[in-house]
T-cell receptor, first 115, second 111 residues
Framework: AQSVAQPEDQVNVAEGNPLTVKCTYS??????LFWYVQYPNRGLQFLLK??????LVKGSYGFEAEFNKSQTSFHLKKPSALVSDSALYFC?????????????FGKGTLLTVNP | EPEVTQTPSHQVTQMGQEVILRCVPI?????FYWYRQILGQKVEFLVS????????KSEIFDDQFSVERPDGSNFTLKIRSTKLEDSAMYFC?????????FGPGTRLTVL
């Protein structure tokens, strides 16, 4: 069974500082990894994904994430946080060998960027 | 840019009533999904749908739940007899190029 762990319920950073939201995963085969963001009373917006290739993937709004196979991690990063980045962030995984592409999500990390 | 849409945005119902949640996936997508998020909890997979049939369903998706694509554009989730614990945000998603794109959700409140 596939699973995702987001060890931090909440992350607080000051505007302009770098941010990291942590994610580790477990799948039986090779993973497809995703980050989604959820603003209050809104749906899940796709940020970025790792499928194959370069371990550092870049996504929307200046976010990037690094796939680390040995540590089974896919941490989300941004060099300089904005107040508008404040939202709930979800990491998700699916097994590359799966046939229906269902996603398994972490419990989410609430990011607060303070002005 | 095409988006997944869902109606209604909020549905309030009495326990034991039937509800139908509606979704319009992005038009050229082929796989469709329903997920739910109970308040304060993680997003959970309910069911996937491909080629007009269910391809996988979770333990949550019991006989009270059904899905269909009645007219080639809408994708519906029916809960036959709602329970208090069905109160949640329900998200529809459709798949293109390994990425699922989610709708804004329907908040279901069962009283």
């Amino acid at each position: 069974a596939q699973s995702v762990a987001q060890p931090e319920d909440q992350v607080n950073v000051a505007e302009g500082n770098p941010l990291t939201v942590k994610c580790t995963y477990s799948v039986s085969g090779n993973p497809y990894l995703f980050w989604y963001v959820q603003y209050p009373n809104r749906g899940l917006q796709f940020l970025l994904k790792y499928i194959t290739g370069d371990n550092l993937v870049k996504g929307s709004y200046g976010f990037e994430a690094e796939f680390n196979k040995s540590q089974t991690s896919f941490h989300l990063k941004k060099p300089s946080a904005l107040v508008s980045d404040s939202a709930l962030y979800f990491c998700a995984v699916r097994d590359r060998g799966g046939s229906n592409y269902k996603l398994t999500f972490g419990k989410g990390t609430l990011l607060t960027v303070n002005p | 840019e095409p988006e997944v849409t869902q109606t209604p945005s909020h549905q309030v119902t009495q326990m034991g009533q039937e509800v139908i949640l509606r979704c319009v996936p992005i038009s050229n997508h082929l796989y469709f999904y329903w997920y739910r998020q109970i308040l304060g909890q993680k997003v959970e997979f309910l069911v996937s749908f491909y080629n007009n049939e269910i391809s996988e369903k979770s333990e949550i998706f019991d006989d009270q739940f059904s899905v269909e694509r009645p007219d080639g554009s809408n994708f519906t989730l029916k809960i036959r007899s709602t329970k208090l614990e069905d109160s949640a945000m329900y998200f529809c998603a459709s798949l293109l190029s390994d990425t699922q794109y989610f709708g804004p959700g329907t908040r279901l409140t069962v009283l």
